[in-house]
């Protein structure tokens, strides 16, 4: 054998460690282990040593399963925002990793126990239907930094909108679109397009077709306000 770490009688969590199971070239070294159960099992060094494994399998499964039923939230939309939360944070293979975990956002450690983010939660105006947002779009997901609200106000809250100003106030381009009930898509069309927001409203809603530029788009664009204000 080419052992070079003899891991023969360590002990890890509920662990100890027997002998060598599997100890060949190219392959992962395999240890012979026994659990402080009764349960024999073989794994990795690497999961000895990283901390991945404290226990027998079967211990797992039963830890697993008891943590499910201390909390019984397992398969709520709550634990499913628990959840979402974490892996955006923490697994670089998650669509959003990059906009969370990727710039620094993380989860505050007390959050980490499903149950204490569920009492948060309870305490701090959760019901179904509502979605938890960051006050501060730049920092952590943390008692004092989070609130319950809804899909519509948190899409406000999204660090990428834009803010618009007009008439000494300022709102993102989805208030502005429902401010003056025109279609957000057409009016986020006509800004990129170069229109200014009082003249994209007014093409809107007049139905204005004519080319921007133009002696009749000049004409109807004249007073440089809304047509019909309100």
Not at 29 to 58: D, M, V, Y
Not at 179 to 204: C, H, P, Q, T, W
Request: aromatic content about 10%; glycine content about 10%.
């Amino acid at each position: 054998m080419s052992i070079k770490v003899d891991l023969t009688g360590d002990q890890y969590g509920s662990v100890k460690v027997i002998g060598i199971a599997l100890d060949e070239p190219g392959k992962k070294k395999k240890w012979l282990c026994e659990c402080s159960c009764g349960n024999r099992f073989i794994t990795a060094g690497s999961n000895l040593r990283s901390g991945h494994t404290r226990h027998c399998p079967q211990c797992g499964y039963k830890a697993t399963g008891e943590k499910s039923r201390t909390h019984g939230m397992t398969h709520t939309k709550l634990y499913g925002v628990w959840q979402s939360m974490q892996n955006r944070c923490k697994d670089p293979k998650n669509k959003s990793y990059l906009d969370y975990g990727g710039r620094g956002i993380s989860v505050c450690g007390e959050w980490k126990d499903p149950s204490t983010f569920f009492e948060w939660a309870k305490t701090n105006g959760y019901r179904e239907g509502l979605e938890i947002d960051r006050i501060d779009v730049d920092g952590n997901y943390s008692p004092d930094n989070c609130r319950w609200v809804t899909r519509l106000e948190n899409s406000n809250n999204k660090r990428n909108n834009k803010l618009i100003e007009y008439n000494g106030e300022t709102k993102t381009l989805a208030q502005w679109a429902r401010f003056f009930d025109v279609n957000y898509k057409r009016l986020s069309k006509l800004l990129i397009n170069g229109y200014s927001l009082v003249e994209a409203v007014n093409r809107m809603r007049t139905g204005d077709r004519t080319h921007r530029g133009s002696k009749a788009w000049l004409t109807n664009n004249r007073g440089g306000g809304l047509c019909a204000d309100i």
